[in-house]
């Protein structure tokens, strides 16, 4: 399989790309500075610009592309250029997808945020995506984007992303250091759910999502059984042999976080049905296997 990929210098971008290249395939990565290998080749999303002859030899064009999350002052021009460079690149890919003569399946990166505050609902792929918060517009503008590509004709997959864990992640590059000095806890009241998923499995789903061409429309790359936040830390603590009892209040995460805030307080319980449904299984279905794999 060849795979063009946008955002391969991220995280999850070069974690896939290593895992995709161990397992045989051909992965070109797109840049937007001067290409300096050959398994890499220059674009600039927001002119809308790329090799159209790579979209043409592709059998999958994937788009992991976005600025951080972790960031901080929230501005607002901070916030335009988060929506943007993931808007902008998946449209960028969708249209060109949808000029090329083979259509080769789109992949595209998206999140959770769109299901928004659901309290203990168990929330599936066919729940609705209408969360009035900065992060669920983005999030719905996201997948949107790839609207070229479907109306083409080509297979197009989103992958929304929970919270990925593994010690070079955000969140726990964050909060590991709260945690290790003892001063970890809940965040706001600890009783929303917070989905997560091991990145090994996410890379596995991701592979499955690339591979299977019977694979189309939205998937909820998350582990099963979620739990609460407080659950969350209480577990992080005990493997780290700290207490975890210190809370953080709601107002001082939505004075410092916002607008993104909501992605801490808000309360979505997803499960992985269609991933499920299609026979694939979690190396770490649990959220102690997910912290002992992150950890190890």
Do not use: C
Not at 38 to 67: C, F, T
Not at 205 to 230: F, I, K, Q, V, W
Not at 269 to 288: N, Q, Y
């Amino acid at each position: 399989m060849k795979v063009l990929l946008a955002g391969g210098s991220g995280f999850l971008g070069t974690a896939w790309r290593d895992h995709l290249v161990q397992a045989g395939h051909d992965v070109v990565r797109l840049t937007r500075r001067e290409a300096r290998s050959g398994d890499e080749s220059p674009w600039d999303p927001y002119a809308r610009r790329l090799d159209q002859d790579l979209v043409e030899s592709a059998d999958v064009v994937a788009n992991l592309a976005g600025a951080p999350l972790a960031h901080w002052p929230w501005t607002a021009s901070y916030r335009r250029t988060f929506t943007d460079s993931r808007v902008a690149t998946t449209r960028t890919l969708a249209e060109a997808v949808a000029r090329s003569a083979r259509k080769p399946a789109l992949l595209a990166q998206s999140g959770i945020a769109g299901y928004g505050d659901r309290g203990d609902v168990v929330l599936t792929e066919e729940a609705v995506t209408d969360a009035d918060t900065f992060m669920g517009g983005v999030t719905r503008a996201w997948e949107a984007a790839a609207g070229p590509a479907a109306g083409a004709g080509a297979r197009v997959v989103t992958m929304r992303t929970a919270v990925v864990l593994d010690r070079r992640a955000d969140v726990l590059k964050l909060l590991l250091p709260v945690f290790k000095a003892g001063l970890g806890g809940p965040i706001g009241s600890g009783s929303q759910y917070l989905s997560t998923i091991s990145l090994t499995d996410w890379l596995r789903a991701a592979t499955h999502l690339a591979t299977r061409d019977e694979s189309t429309g939205a998937y909820n790359l998350s582990g099963p059984h979620p739990t609460t936040n407080a659950e969350f830390g209480r577990a992080l603590g005990r493997m780290l042999h700290r207490p975890s009892r210190v809370p953080v209040p709601a107002l001082a995460v939505r004075a410092v976080a916002s607008p993104v805030a909501s992605e801490v307080l808000n309360s979505t319980r997803v499960e992985p049905a269609r991933l499920l449904a299609e026979g694939f299984s979690f190396e770490h279905p649990t959220l102690e296997a997910r912290l002992t794999a992150a950890l190890s």
